[in-house]
């Protein structure tokens, strides 16, 4: 089950919504858009808000109607409602007219990848502009011609705006649901799962208007709501004294429900309306049931993050579905005394039974004090909290069609989950970089108050689809890159020129540079500089600079690498089938050694060693006619027998090489070997890349714990009685020390381990990663390998591994401009100081998450900035530097912070702290430190940046209302929550592999994406729409697959039918489908080849080959599948993502009171 997943390589998502004839919908890497060349890499990016909805026709307004009694109704929230009809806004800025339909947003072909030069709008620098950048406003209303407010503009669905008070209220499982009711004027896109509409009648207290799906009622604390409507505008008010209106819209919409109508906005706010100045509608919370939605169907296709692996079935099994729809509530919440009970948010009549659903919830207890008769008790419907199938399906509508483009500071990128084009204009790439927030406190009182902490998630050789531009690759010649004198920064498009051009003002530390003869030139008259667009440096984010002798080690030009395949022949390997089958895939597979752009062959070299007790190393040379073995069994002193002929070229030793890779199965057909060793192999590796003054990567194929004489033994220590124990964290960490001594030799030789591993039993995989996660590397585990089930996912990742980009010798280093500095580092590699990253080796799927913190106040005109610079040896053994840039906005308003927040990647850093923390303290008090610094984060935005409100609503910022979803489901996972099944060998291989995972990868092992199958349309390229992580969401007529990037299931219901599962297994009934497949029968039907592709088009997108699990409802493997369905409850304990939010607006409420 390997994690690395390579982000999303684009599955075609996202249909086109039926309803709006004549607007063609983005495609999720479907049908290409016009103008848009394909992407190989569909969904491999940053994340991105998503939907963007076709504009109405001139003159129309959505929400002139009239309050109407009997339609669908809604939960508060504090954010905007979505009108069935209205068009949302995008996150790009407003544009002055309704948004172009999606399929034409995107430039000409010509101009998709970044054309070096000629952008003559670019600044020398990233604008600064004068008003820091905010995110635009979320789901501005846009009439055309209408009014002149420069407040309404209908870009197309901000999905994270700047809405100060941009929050979603939901009322807590959830106290003071208050129910507004209103009817929509437009039919539900088929497939909205919404359940059709119910008429109930408003409670009192609530106002309801035609057209707007949601509407916060005011109660008795909030004033009197505001009578004056401003013709089809949202009322807005500025939330923060002095925050001019003009700018933005305050209002955010819901979850990726529809954008808000313009309606009369009546909420709670604080704020007397400004004359003249709309009010920002207040947000309810999602759609129910029965209401209609703009926007996508509740199923949407996502890039979900996704839970722990399989075989691990730790806490996710979820139990029976508590999220069902009928029966009588448990009754586990009484009422609370004094507090009404308020209806659950599904009001009125529920979606038409589906099959499967367990027991309603409980009701909900009501904190606040809205007037009327409290409505029966019913349970929190799972379609009123934020969902986050919707808002990745928004994100992709509202941003996938028009390209990234990096020229302003501060911009939050698209989600991972959206596929888009990225055009650098002076800033990193999201696919390089991305941070927590985009725009940061500027004081670390203000930033310790917030509790969301500043961290950045760099990956700093990242693939890049096919249209995009590779770094450029600039030599300086023998003087080398243009530095600071004092901090040592690189050149950059933010340093600033001055007297003429003869000097430049470094913008990391201030200090004056002359500029080198050799690199003079005069400036315009804008004080840029006349080459700007010639030179990669002054005008483009992330570049390469050929590097001098100065930075290679020992004064001296490096070799290129060495690969050095290092074989286990024990019993167990030759029994198995493994030696046999990596001998045979070799032989091909070395002809794919990775090699510089145009080069003809690859200039590494490779090696061969095989091992049991004694290590066994072969002549190669080309001049031999066969082969020669030499043994060495004094382990305890490892050294390498032979020089010359050890490491060759490939091509030179190609019929010698083959001869050996044909003997080795038969030589060892007959050992009856078990013991092995393990420290000794890599110790050989190491001396022999030392002996030939190279780096290098070792290939070792191992399968049992090292219990034979040598160093480095181990002892089986597996005890699962000391979960949830004080002595747990002794299960992640090493046995012996002796192999952290053994890395950082690795690491200052520049030789990475990567680790193949085929267990049938405890292998001390917190040990024995030790070398592997130090230097750089990867593991992968088979555990019980089987040649017909797990061959083609060995051989694929093998293939994979062998092939990508990797870059040796690497050191890392983040420079910060003044007010912040690098703190902490998480990831794969080495540090033998506080600033320096050292990796023997880091690969195109490798992620270093930095954290930064304050030590001086920041300036909110010139923004923070980071340099992410790379020191590495190229696979042809050429020495480089790849520096990323990235500039940042500097906010003294809280609510900006939070408006610029990017929920992914802050999952993605904390599960990272969580998972180191496992390592020093009990796994309770790491899950609670994680609850609490979320609730604190919640608890600050609501004291601070939300309007007024009933203490029984739960407020949520707009760009942080997935954070519960995700943070339950970090708490779920295997190493933080095990369940029965899963193994300390498995807890310490994920703890590895989510430690530098990138933030596609995190989100999808979170949150896994789930599919109908049976929804397919077998005529288009595009997946169907994703549902949400939850058995009551399952059929038992359906067949649905679910993948988290470790593996893939192929869920099959009781009831399918027998067509379908002709079609796609071939037997004839649900009983003969056999559930040791490990990968679908080729059959010659749409339904099969659909099926086929969508399995090939997800493996495409992932780092690792994903295995294939068949499961039949009602079977043995089905409590494994469950384990996945996130938003349940779990066997091992772990939370529903309703009981979940409940839990967190608990914490705040304590928090705040």
């Given at each position: 089950m390997s994690v690395n997943q390579q982000a999303h390589t684009g599955p075609p998502y996202g249909q086109p919504q039926p309803g709006y004839q004549g607007y063609q919908q983005p495609v999720y890497g479907g049908q290409p858009l016009p103008g848009v060349p394909q992407s190989q890499y569909g969904a491999y990016n940053g994340p991105m808000p998503g939907y963007q909805q076709p504009v109405p026709p001139q003159g129309y307004f959505p929400s002139l109607g009239f309050p109407?009694?009997?339609?669908?109704?809604?939960?508060?929230?504090?954010?905007?409602?979505?009108?069935?009809?209205?068009?949302?806004s995008s996150r790009a800025p407003p544009t002055s007219g309704p948004p172009p339909p999606a399929s034409g947003a995107s430039l000409p072909s010509g101009h998709l990848a970044y054309s070096q030069f000629g952008h003559g709008d670019v600044q020398n620098g990233i604008p600064a502009s004068a008003a820091p950048m905010q995110r635009p406003p979320a789901s501005q209303l846009f009439l055309p011609g209408s009014a002149p407010t420069p407040v309404s503009q209908t870009s197309t669905f901000q999905q994270y705006g700047p809405p100060p008070a941009s929050v979603q209220q939901l009322s807590n499982h959830m106290a003071g649901m208050t129910v507004g009711s209103t009817t929509a004027s437009a039919p539900p896109p088929a497939g909205l799962g919404y359940g059709p509409p119910t008429s109930v009648p408003p409670v009192s207290g609530s106002f309801s208007a035609t057209g707007s799906s949601l509407y916060t009622p005011y109660t008795a604390s909030q004033g009197s709501p505001p009578t004056s409507v401003s013709q089809g505008l949202p009322l807005a008010q500025p939330p923060f004294p002095g925050q001019p209106v003009s700018t933005q819209r305050l209002s955010t919409q819901v979850p990726g429900f529809a954008p808000p109508p313009s309606s009369t906005g009546i909420g709670p706010s604080s704020y007397p309306p400004t004359t003249g100045a709309p009010r920002p509608p207040t947000m309810p919370g999602p759609p129910l049931p029965g209401q209609t939605v703009a926007g996508p169907p509740t199923s949407q296709p996502n890039h979900v993050s996704s839970p722990p692996p399989p075989t691990t079935m730790s806490g996710l099994h979820p139990g029976p579905p508590m999220s069902g729809l009928h029966g009588p509530p448990p009754p586990t919440h009484p009422p609370q005394p004094g507090y009404q009970m308020q209806q659950n948010g599904s009001f009125g009549q529920m979606r038409g039974p589906q099959p499967n659903y367990g027991g309603a919830y409980p009701g909900t207890p009501n904190y606040g004090s809205q007037p009327g008769p409290p409505p029966p008790s019913k349970r929190l419907d799972p379609d009123s909290i934020p969902s986050p199938i919707q808002v990745i399906e928004d994100d992709r509508s509202n941003r996938g069609s028009e390209p990234f483009v990096t020229g302003v500071r501060g911009q939050v990128p698209p989600l991972v989950t959206t596929n888009f084009l990225v055009k650098d204009q002076g800033n990193a790439s999201p696919r390089y970089i991305r941070c927590t927030s985009y725009n940061i406190p500027c004081t670390s009182d203000m930033a310790k108050q917030s509790q969301v902490p500043l961290a950045a998630v760099i990956k700093p050789l990242a693939t890049l689809p096919p249209e995009e531009t590779l770094p450029y690759l600039v030599d300086h010649g023998e003087s080398g890159p243009v530095r600071c004198n004092r901090?040592?920064?690189?050149?950059?498009?933010?340093?600033?020129?001055?007297?003429?051009?003869?000097?430049?003002?470094?913008?990391?530390?201030?200090?004056?540079?002359?500029?080198?003869?050799?690199?003079?030139q005069h400036l315009d008259h804008t004080g840029k500089r006349v080459d700007f667009y010639d030179r990669p440096e002054l005008s483009l984010g992330s570049y390469e600079f050929l590097a001098t002798v100065d930075y290679c080690k020992n004064n001296k030009f490096p070799s290129p690498p060495a690969f050095i395949f290092m074989i286990d022949v024990s019993y167990n390997?030759?029994?198995?089938?493994?030696?046999?089958?990596?001998?045979?895939?070799?032989?091909?597979?070395?002809?794919?050694?990775?090699?510089?752009?145009?080069?003809?062959?690859?200039?590494?070299?490779?090696?061969?060693?095989?091992?049991?007790?004694?290590?066994?190393?072969?002549?190669?040379?080309?001049?031999?006619?066969?082969?020669?073995?030499?043994?060495?069994?004094?382990?305890a002193d490892m050294f390498v027998p032979l020089l010359d002929g050890f490491l060759v070229n490939v091509n030179e030793s190609r019929t010698v090489i083959a001869s050996l890779l044909d003997q080795i199965p038969e030589m060892f057909a007959d050992t009856r070997e078990t013991e092995i060793v393990f420290a000794p192999v890599i110790q050989a590796g190491l001396e022999a890349l030392k002996a030939a003054e190279c780096a290098g990567k070792l290939f070792i194929f191992h399968t049992s714990l090292p219990i034979a004489e040598a160093p480095g033994k181990l002892k089986n220590r597996d005890d699962k009685k000391l979960i949830n124990t004080d002595k747990e964290k002794t299960l992640f960490q090493p046995q012996t020390s002796f192999y952290n001594n053994l890395a950082k030799d690795c690491v200052a030789q520049g030789c990475c381990v990567d680790l193949f591993l085929f267990p049938n039993q405890y292998l001390d995989v917190a040990t024995l990663g030790v070398v592997t996660y130090q230097t750089g590397g990867s593991i992968y585990k088979y555990a019980y390998f089987q040649l017909e089930t797990d061959q083609d996912r060995f051989l694929n990742d093998l293939r994979r591994d062998v092939q990508k980009e990797v870059g040796f010798d690497a050191v890392m280093r983040v420079r910060t401009s003044t007010g912040i500095r690098a703190t902490d580092f998480f990831g794969a590699f080495y540090m033998s100081n506080t600033t320096d990253v050292e990796m023997a080796g880091l690969d195109c799927d490798k992620t270093i998450t930095v954290e930064f913190k304050h030590d001086d106040k920041l300036n909110e005109d010139s923004g923070a900035l980071l340099q992410c610079a790379l020191l590495y040896t190229s696979c042809a053994g050429q020495r480089r530097l790849r520096i990323h840039n990235l500039s940042l906005n500097c906010?003294?308003?809280?609510?900006?912070?939070?408006?610029?927040?990017?929920?992914?990647?802050?999952?993605?850093?904390?599960?990272?702290?969580?998972?180191?923390?496992?390592?020093?303290?009990?796994?309770?008090?790491?899950?609670?430190a994680l609850i609490n610094q979320c609730a604190q984060i919640l608890a600050c935005y609501r004291k601070n940046c939300a309007s007024p409100s009933s203490a029984g609503q739960l407020i949520l910022p707009e760009c942080m209302?997935?954070?519960?979803?995700?943070?339950?489901?970090?708490?779920?996972?295997?190493?933080?929550?095990?369940?029965?099944e899963v193994t300390t060998d498995d807890r310490a291989y994920i703890r590895q592999l989510v430690t530098s995972m990138d933030v596609a990868e995190t989100n999808v092992f979170f949150y896994p994406r789930l599919l109908p199958l049976n929804k397919a349309d077998v005529d288009s390229d595009s997946l169907p729409a994703a549902i949400r992580n939850s058995e009551e969401r399952l059929s038992k007529g359906d067949m649905y697959l679910l993948e988290n990037g470790l593996n893939i299931f192929v869920w099959v219901g009781v009831n399918v039918q027998q067509g379908l599962i002709q079609n796609l297994f071939g037997v004839s009934s649900f009983s003969q489908i056999s559930n040791t497949l490990s990968t679908l029968p080729v059959l010659e039907n749409p339904f099969s080849k659909k099926v086929r592709s969508i399995v090939d088009m997800l493996q495409v997108q992932r780092s690792r080959h994903?295995?294939?699990?068949?499961?039949?409802?009602?079977?043995?493997?089905?409590?494994?599948?469950?384990?996945?369905l996130v938003e349940d409850k779990s066997l091992s304990g772990g939370a529903s993502y309703v009981d979940f939010l409940c839990h967190m607006h608990k914490e705040i409420r304590q928090l705040l009171s």
């Open positions: 109407s009694k009997g339609s669908p109704v809604s939960l508060n929230s504090d954010t905007s409602s979505l009108a069935p009809n209205f068009i949302g901090c040592k920064a690189y050149m950059c498009p933010f340093m600033q020129f001055i007297e003429g051009g003869r000097r430049f003002q470094c913008c990391f530390c201030s200090c004056v540079t002359e500029v080198p003869p050799q690199y003079f390997a030759v029994k198995s089938g493994l030696v046999r089958l990596i001998c045979e895939e070799l032989k091909s597979l070395l002809d794919y050694l990775p090699r510089e752009g145009n080069m003809e062959e690859s200039a590494i070299r490779v090696g061969f060693v095989t091992y049991n007790k004694v290590l066994h190393f072969y002549n190669v040379k080309s001049s031999l006619a066969q082969p020669q073995m030499m043994v060495v069994s004094d382990v906010c003294t308003q809280l609510a900006d912070l939070y408006r610029n927040c990017e929920t992914d990647t802050l999952i993605n850093y904390l599960a990272k702290y969580a998972y180191r923390g496992v390592l020093g303290s009990p796994v309770k008090t790491v899950r609670d209302k997935l954070l519960p979803v995700y943070l339950n489901c970090v708490l779920k996972s295997d190493v933080l929550q095990p369940g029965p994903m295995k294939l699990i068949i499961v039949k409802q009602e079977d043995k493997l089905e409590m494994l599948f469950k384990h996945f």
